[in-house]
């Protein structure tokens, strides 16, 4: 079993920016794919980005490509997200999320294990 525990949310400034941490243990994960998810007020949960277990390959969202990097140190069983350029509509829960499959495809299509969530809120 793999516990996940996010932190770094906050309250920024459009144009800001925040770095999330999820700290896992349990086990280690570096064998796994990580990732983050985000859900906004009235919407569903939607996918960001992934990284796969040697954090050689990176996937995201189109929405936040070229603004959000996803990395992991696997001596620390720690995967982060750096949010730079923060908008309005970045506002929402974010969830790290980790697959038993290594690859960035594996997370996007099935994810074991979920954080409890931190809040990111952008005012504009």
């Known amino acids: 079993q793999v516990q996940l525990v996010e932190s770094g949310g906050g309250l920024v400034q459009a144009g800001g920016s925040l770095r999330l941490a999820c700290a896992a243990s349990?086990?280690?994960?570096?064998?796994?794919?990580m990732g983050w998810f985000r859900q906004a007020p009235g919407n569903e949960r939607e996918f960001v980005a992934a990284i796969n277990w040697s954090g050689t390959s990176t996937y995201y969202t189109d929405s936040v490509k070229g603004r959000f990097t996803i990395s992991r140190d696997n001596g620390k069983n720690t995967v982060y997200f750096e949010m730079n350029s923060l908008k309005p509509e970045d506002t929402a829960v974010y969830y790290c999320a980790a697959s038993v499959l290594p690859t960035v495809q594996a997370l996007r299509a099935q994810v074991r294990y979920w954080g409890q969530g931190t809040q990111v809120t952008v005012s504009s």
């Open positions: 349990g086990r280690t994960i570096s064998s796994y794919a």
